[in-house]
Each structure stands twice: as structure tokens, then as C-alpha cells.
């Protein structure tokens, strides 16, 4: 695994080097190794996933209007929409920027409403490695939102709406457990979700 390590003050630094102030706030949402149960959680199986160190930084403030504007410091281009025009899934791509376009969509289609902000991504989650850098991507994307909009934080309907990004909007099948660990993960334990009960988990020792 590579040793390159993001840290807050990373994210922070390529903030203000970008918008020059320092940033508001910092979110941060980690990636997942999956001890048993792989392409089980979709099918009612049991799982045991558990958040890693590795994750996705967002250094962020918040704008006065609909719109989001962010740069990433790991992939190319930019993700800059208005929130109030995006009203459909109108992308079937992978591409970085449909993911945090597809939370934005699904947390809207979910009634909340959303304010605008623009910031720096920045992630040591290795792309392609199996350690779920989409999830935490989506979930930092989401904890933004819910900050810069005043929500309420609920780890359980955040990873759904995030579940629901991926799969209507970027166009990728999967089931919920990547999203639910990046949310909800306890430090020093595993999540046990349970089969039959796609509500159920609970953090195992």
C-alpha cells in the first residue's frame, strides 16, 4: 500500500493555497476492509467490515448560493454544479465529480435542503484496491452537506442516501455495507450486520 498520508493540516494548507483563507470546516470519511462477507450484504448475508485509517479528506466553507465547487488534489478536473438544476441522474459515469454530484441529488430527492460550498478533496483511500475510496468519497461528500446545511447527522440514512447516489445516479450496483462502515465505524471495532434485518448491525469488539 502506498505511504503517502493525508492529513488535516494537508488539506487545510492546499485550502488556503485555492481560496486563500483558511478552510471553515474539515470532513473526513474513512475507507473499509471487509473481514468476512464479501458480495454477501446485498443478498442478506452476514458481513464484517471495519473503517480503516486511510480516508477521504474535504477542507471546505460554506457559499450564500446553490452551488458547489471543488477541486480534488489526487484526480483530475473539478466538480462544479448548481444544486438547485440537478434534478435528475443524468450521468453513467465514474468519474470522481458524479459522486459528490449523485449525494447531492439524493440527499435533495430526500427533502433536505442544501446549502452550497466549495473546497479541497484530498484521499490516501487507493483507488482500485478494494478499500472502498467511492464509499468514503460519498460519505465526506455527505457529512459536508449535512454541516454546511445545518442538518442533522444520522449515519444510517446517510449511508442509505449514499447507497442511493451510487447506485441511480454514478450507476454502480452495491449494497449498503461500504457506505454504512464509512459512516458509522467505531475506532478498535468491526460492524456485524446481520442477515435478514437490513436495518441491524452493531459494533463487535
Known amino acids: 500500500m502506498s505511504e ?10 492546499a485550502f488556503r493555497e485555492r481560496f486563500g483563507s483558511a478552510p471553515t470546516m474539515i470532513s473526513r470519511a474513512p475507507g473499509r476492509v471487509n473481514l468476512i462477507g464479501d458480495h454477501t450484504d446485498y443478498n442478506d448475508g452476514f458481513v464484517l467490515p471495519m473503517a480503516i485509517d486511510r480516508a477521504v479528506w474535504i477542507a471546505w466553507r460554506p457559499r450564500d448560493d446553490e452551488r458547489v465547487v471543488a477541486y480534488s488534489l489526487d484526480r483530475t478536473g473539478s466538480a462544479a454544479f448548481s444544486i438547485a438544476t440537478d434534478d435528475g ?8 465529480a458524479e459522486y459528490v454530484r449523485g449525494v447531492a441529488w439524493a440527499l435533495r430527492a430526500d427533502g433536505r435542503t442544501l446549502r452550497g460550498w466549495e473546497g479541497v478533496i484530498a484521499s490516501d483511500v487507493p483507488i482500485g484496491a478494494g478499500l472502498s475510496s467511492s464509499a ?3 460519505l465526506a461528500t455527505a457529512r459536508t452537506f449535512v454541516a454546511a446545511s445545518n442538518d442533522t447527522w444520522d449515519a444510517r440514512a446517510m449511508a442509505r442516501l449514499a447507497q442511493r447516489a451510487e447506485n441511480e445516479w454514478v450507476g454502480v450496483s452495491c449494497g449498503i455495507m461500504d457506505q454504512l462502515v464509512s459512516a458509522s465505524g467505531v475506532r478498535g471495532h468491526a460492524l456485524h450486520r446481520l442477515p435478514l434485518a437490513r436495518d441491524a448491525c452493531s459494533p463487535s469488539s
Open 89 to 96: 441522474p443524468i450521468a453513467r459515469t465514474e468519474d470522481w
Open 4 to 13: 503517502y498520508r493525508v492529513t488535516d493540516s494537508t488539506v487545510a494548507a
Open 136 to 138: 468514503a468519497l460519498e
